[in-house]
C-alpha cells in the first residue's frame, strides 16, 4: 500500500506521526500519562486490510494508522484527551470504522455532495474521537492540514486559531498549519482533559510552582496534586454533612 504513496507524502505522514508522539510525550512529561501507555509505531494493520477496502479509505490514511503513535488508556491510565475527546487508536476495527463517522451523524451510503451523504472523505481522518459532546481533532492528508472541529458548534476549537483569518481555499473551516498545533504548553493546560480545569484543582499554579515546562519536579508536582485531591474530597465530605 505504500508503494502508492510519493516521498513526499510519506514525509508528511510521518510529521503527523511524530506530532503526535510529541503530544503524547508532553502529556506524560506532565503526568497526565503514563509513558508505558505510548505505544509508537509502525504497527502490523493486516487484520484491517479488508475493513479498509471496504470503507475505501485512501492509501495515505492507511499508511497513517500503521505508523501513528497509539494510547493504551488501561496502561496510560487516562482516557481524556483533548476538549473533551478521547484517545483513538486504529490497530481497533471499530475505532476504523467509527473514523468515518467521528461526529456520530449516521450519514448515508453515497454522494459526498448530498446535504445527507457522508462528510469524512477518504484521505480524512480524525485524531481523535468525540468524548462527550465536544471536539474533534481532524487531519487531510491531502492538504497536510489539521483542524479542531466542535460536534455542535460546528467551529474551531483550537485557541491557535479563534479569530484567525487563516483558511484554506474553498474550506468553510479554520485549519492549523501544524507549526502551532501543539503552541504554547499552557494550551494543554486549558484544553485537555476534565481534571485540567476544576477549581478544585488549580493545576495550572501546580505546574508553574513546581518549574514547568524548563525546569518540572514532576514528583514533587504529584505529591501536591494528591495534597490538593484529598483536600478536595474532604471538603466536598464535610458540605455533604
Avoid at 508528511?12 to 509508537?40: C, S, V, W
Avoid at 481532524?138 to 455542535?152: K, N, S, T, V
Wanted: aromatic letters at 12%; hydrophobic letters at 35%.
Amino acid at each position: 500500500m505504500d508503494q502508492q504513496l510519493t516521498s513526499t507524502q510519506k514525509a508528511n505522514l510521518h510529521e503527523i506521526a511524530d506530532l503526535m508522539l510529541e503530544i503524547y510525550q508532553t502529556l506524560a512529561n506532565m503526568r497526565f500519562l503514563n509513558p508505558a501507555g505510548i505505544i509508537k509505531g509502525p504497527h502490523n494493520t493486516d487484520n484491517a486490510l479488508e475493513l479498509y477496502q471496504e470503507l475505501g479509505l485512501d492509501p495515505s490514511i492507511i499508511y497513517l494508522y500503521s505508523i501513528l503513535p497509539y494510547i493504551e488508556s488501561p496502561l496510560a491510565g487516562q482516557p481524556d484527551f483533548f476538549k473533551g475527546g478521547i484517545f483513538t487508536d486504529f490497530r481497533r476495527l471499530d475505532d476504523i470504522e467509527e473514523g468515518r463517522d467521528p461526529f456520530h451523524i449516521c450519514p448515508g451510503d453515497d454522494d459526498y455532495e448530498d446535504e445527507d451523504g457522508p462528510y469524512m472523505r477518504p484521505w480524512v481522518t480524525p485524531l481523535s474521537l468525540l468524548g462527550n459532546h465536544q471536539s474533534v481533532i481532524l487531519y487531510d492528508a491531502r492538504r497536510h492540514q489539521i483542524w479542531i472541529i466542535d460536534q455542535e458548534s460546528w467551529n474551531t476549537t483550537d485557541p491557535a486559531l479563534r479569530n484567525s483569518s487563516d483558511r484554506a481555499a474553498g474550506d468553510e473551516y479554520e485549519y492549523d498549519p501544524l507549526v502551532s498545533f501543539i503552541g504554547d504548553n499552557a494550551w494543554w493546560w486549558e484544553n485537555s482533559g476534565r481534571e485540567w480545569d476544576s477549581d478544585e484543582l488549580p493545576l495550572r499554579e501546580l505546574y508553574s510552582k513546581h518549574g514547568w515546562p524548563d525546569n518540572f519536579n514532576g514528583d514533587a508536582f504529584e505529591i501536591d496534586q494528591l495534597r490538593l485531591v484529598e483536600d478536595a474530597q474532604r471538603q466536598n465530605g464535610e458540605d455533604a454533612t
